[in-house]
């Protein structure tokens, strides 16, 4: 019997709207889109931000026993996880059929969603309408408190404290469950029990993380949304077993997501920044919760061989030192091998030597972990890291 195992993919991880600026093009400037591929081969998609364009030009139908097309799950109505819908590739596609789920606004009434596709699409916002969609579309209202099944997958939705409303999900598949909760301010006891009500014993738990705990008592309190500190305190709660930052402030950079990062993994075991190209597969042997980072988005890499010192912390949390080489080096980060083990999203002091004119130079670099591949040398593992200064 084969392990049941389920897929989630971050093609969107930025809140608000979307950004280019470089300083932010680590953990990625779409705005938020999930994919989650079941193990009984149901494909959901979570929110249309500009990451569903992405999704899009990477198509690839669900397998033929489904059979029942992909699931749209939406959260709320804010520009940042509609706007892709216009550009997703497939729903221009006759064959294709999509289901749509999201809740009656009080603004709109009835067929909240289609009206709120058909605004978008309306003359003069965009080049053709919706009629120009020929693929398959049906929509379902949802409200908070229901529950209801796709496949053999089992929904469940609260409501989330955001303006104008907002669904949070909870997805229970046979590999695991994750909850999907952002665009939430804490603070109002109702919704916040419901929160971590949601979010019981998760494998995975997707939480907003949009502001600095400062940032959420004084300048952006009512805006909607949450902090890494407010992740921590509902996922221990509601002992979720992986916290997972999301729907990153656009004026974020990746240096001060980084600093979120540390200061929530101070205070809860298991903790993952959302990235761009991240992907957590649940129910592998072993480790049931597993995350792959996307290596350098550039080409352009050299063959090196750079004695280097390597300082950084373990997966357990234990600081290391060691002596190594440095293959493959990039303009943005090098391939380094090393016998321990360091924790995927660290930070490593790299200190490479290389003979110069005035006999041996060094370089000192900080990296940072985007990818661990352990079974590359026996007793070794390659680690991808990404120079960030
Ligand atoms: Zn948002
Ligand atoms: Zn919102």
């Given amino acids: 019997m084969t392990v049941p195992i389920a897929k989630l993919s971050f093609w969107g991880v930025r809140g608000s709207t979307p950004t280019v600026d470089p300083a932010t093009w680590r953990y990625g400037g779409n705005t938020p889109c999930l994919e989650l591929a079941a ?5 959901i998609i979570l929110d249309c931000g500009t990451g569903l364009r992405m999704l899009g030009n990477r198509w690839a139908a669900p397998s033929a026993r489904s059979g029942a097309g992909t699931h749209i799950l939406i959260t709320h109505y804010h520009w940042d996880h509609i706007q892709g819908v216009p550009f997703f590739a497939p729903l221009y596609v006759e064959d294709n059929r999509f289901h749509f789920y999201s809740f009656r606004s009080k603004f709109l009434g009835r067929d909240s969603l289609k009206q709120v596709f058909e605004a978008q699409m309306a003359v003069p916002y965009f080049p053709v309408d919706m009629s120009a ?12 408190g229901e529950s209801f099944t796709i496949g053999e997958n089992k929904i469940t939705t609260r409501w989330l404290n955001h303006p104008q409303g907002c669904l949070g999900f909870r997805i229970e598949t046979s590999a695991g469950t994750v909850v999907y909760a952002t665009d939430n301010e804490p603070g ?17 738990f997707i939480n907003d993380a949009q502001f600095t705990p400062e940032q959420l008592e004084t300048t952006k309190k009512g805006w909607g949304h949450s902090s890494w500190l407010e992740g921590v305190k509902a996922a221990r709660h509601a002992e979720a077993k992986t916290l997972v930052l999301f729907h990153h402030d656009p004026d974020s950079t990746d240096r001060m997501v980084d600093s979120l990062l540390r200061q929530a993994r ?5 903790v993952f920044a959302a990235s761009e190209g991240m992907v957590i597969t649940l129910g592998g042997p072993g480790d049931p919760v597993q995350a792959h980072m996307p290596g350098t988005r550039t080409a352009l890499r050299r063959e090196a061989q750079f004695h280097a010192k390597v300082c950084g912390v373990t997966e357990g949390g234990k600081e290391f030192e060691e002596e190594t080489v440095v293959s493959e080096l990039s303009l943005q980060g090098g391939l380094i091998t090393l016998k321990h083990l ?17 006999g041996v130079q060094s370089m000192k670099l900080r990296g940072y972990v985007v990818r661990i591949d352990t079974a590359a040398e026996k007793g070794h593992s390659a680690v991808g890291v990404v120079f960030t200064d």
């Fill in 266 to 270: 101070d205070e809860f075991d298991s």
């Fill in 133 to 144: 969609m020929s693929a398959q579309r049906k929509f379902q209202e949802v409200a908070g």
């Fill in 188 to 204: 109002d006891a109702k919704l916040d029990e419901s929160l971590r009500e949601l979010a019981k014993r998760a494998d995975i």
């Fill in 39 to 43: 193990p009984d081969g149901t494909q």
């Fill in 342 to 358: 360091p924790r995927l999203q660290s930070e490593l002091q790299v200190t490479m030597e290389a003979p110069g004119a005035d």
